[in-house]
């Protein structure tokens, strides 16, 4: 028997998604399809970056909300909140599910009434109303929204002008112990103002409060915080209804539900981090039922519920595909890779870890990688560390979920805004925003006759 020869053990690092001593991976490492619709042929019909609209996760998800918290307390409204993305699609399918339009500029408002929505199906909040837009609105009976006294003010004015009563809702602000108070907006309880305004209120002519409106923050991923912003509301309602003699019909507990989405500086992923709808219903939903349980008995409705979530129904529903057009090496050694897509198409990426998939097996070992977009500037990271195998140029990585702000948020800064398109239900593909050109980029300016074709050629 020949006896072998001795060799210094070593530790080699198995790298995840490639072939190592122990087989293959079973682990998926892309994505080839979005409902069943390959993404090179998108990339090929519609161009790179490409923005990409899932119907169905769309229709899904606002299903799935309404479920959540219909079935847990018996009046319930869903605002779609248009400046968390107000493309026409996106608006007209959660329209076609139910939701109303919850909009906080003219532009906003405009925008809902251009797609059909009538006034009294538009929530108006912010703190920018201008007196035509107000008009507008008290004309067309939408649910304004009260921000501060001289809002209060004005629509006192206007309602007396048209010798109406307007019924309104006052935005509150408190401390809830679980999120920053969002102090700016509204008018504050602690200190008494809150309630002040409504007995001013009270005593108009032409204003009828009916209603209640406050939001805690945004990515909030403790339902308790909604509890306790529940129980601080119903115990000021009660405290305005005994002081003025009026009837709150509604509790508007804006948004701010998280989404399967990667916080930065968050290590758990989201899957176990982020609530789901049914843990956020039944957390909100028994708290209003507990703290609204004696109006019954004393011949009064319980509230109507209004929720206003935006960022939790459609951030997985659209991703962005973007074409690599460069590798480069690092001073520091790392690797970095330039993509046709960055901060101004992905606003969000400066406090999201997206989620990056390949739409090919990649091989190669994997090596940490920083994503730039193609911008002229040092902040146009796409994401500071991930773990990648070589990629060459031309191939297309899908950021996700990025549905959320980032077509209201995207900048028209340096290159052109991409098409945007969404698969249908039917597996048919829509192109819902087409993508700009230099005639959409300078349709706006007006060049002074003097200082067209000025250009001089020196040739000293």
């Known amino acids: 028997m020949t006896k072998k020869t001795w060799q210094k053990p070593t530790i080699n690092q198995h790298q995840a998604g490639i072939t190592n001593k122990h087989g293959g991976t079973h682990l998926k490492t892309f994505d080839s399809e979005i409902d069943g619709v390959a993404y090179k042929d998108l990339i090929n019909q519609y161009g790179s970056p490409l923005f990409i609209l899932s119907e169905k996760t769309l229709r899904n998800n606002a299903r799935n909300l309404i479920r959540a918290f219909k079935s847990r307390y018996p009046k319930v409204i869903h605002g779609w909140s248009y400046k968390t993305n107000y493309l026409g699609a996106v608006c007209n399918v959660l329209h076609d599910e139910g939701s109303w339009a919850e909009v906080v500029s003219e532009f906003e408002y405009q925008k809902a009434r251009s797609l059909g929505i009538p006034g009294k199906y538009i929530i108006f909040n912010g703190p920018h109303k201008e007196r035509p837009i107000l008009e507008q609105a008290v004309e067309e009976g939408a649910k304004i929204h009260i921000d501060h006294l001289d809002e209060l003010y004005l629509l006192e004015q206007i309602a007396k002008e048209k010798q109406k009563t307007v019924p309104v809702t006052m935005r509150l602000n408190f401390n809830t112990g679980y999120t920053e108070p969002w102090s ?33 923050g945004t990515f909030v991923l403790d339902p ?164 990648l195998p070589p990629v060459n140029v031309g191939d297309v990585l899908v950021f996700g979920p990025v549905g959320a702000y980032n077509n209201t948020q995207w900048m028209q800064f340096i290159e052109y805004r991409p098409n945007v398109v969404m698969v249908r239900e039917s597996g048919e593909v829509n192109l819902v925003r087409a993508a700009e050109d230099l005639s959409v980029m300078i349709a706006q300016e007006r060049l002074p006759k003097d200082l067209q074709n000025t250009f001089k050629v020196d040739n000293a």
Request: charged share 20%.
């Open 224 to 387: 308790q915080a909604y509890a306790v912003q529940i129980q601080i509301m119903c115990n000021f309602m009660e405290a305005v209804e005994i002081q003025t003699g009026t009837t709150i019909e509604s509790i508007d507990i804006g948004g701010g539900f998280g989404s399967r989405n990667s916080l930065q500086g968050t290590y758990l992923p989201p899957e176990q981090v982020v609530p789901t709808f049914d843990q956020y219903a039944e957390i909100i939903c028994s708290a209003l039922l507990q703290a609204t349980e004696s109006r019954e008995a004393n011949g009064k409705e319980r509230p109507l519920l209004i929720l206003e979530s935006g960022r939790s129904v459609v951030d997985d529903a659209e991703v962005l595909a973007s074409s690599v057009v460069a590798n480069k090496r690092m001073p520091d050694g790392r690797k970095a890779v330039v993509m046709d897509a960055g901060v101004n198409l992905m606003f969000t990426s400066f406090w999201y870890n997206h989620n990056v998939r390949p739409i090919r097996q990649l091989s190669g070992i994997p090596e940490d990688v920083v994503l730039y977009g193609p911008l002229c500037m040092n902040i146009d990271v796409m994401r500071h560390h991930i773990s």
């Open 184 to 216: 700016r907006f509204g008018f504050n309880i602690e200190s008494g103002q809150a309630l002040d305004v409504a007995k001013r209120i009270g005593t108009s002519e032409h204003l009828n409060l009916n209603g209640l409106h406050s939001h805690i």
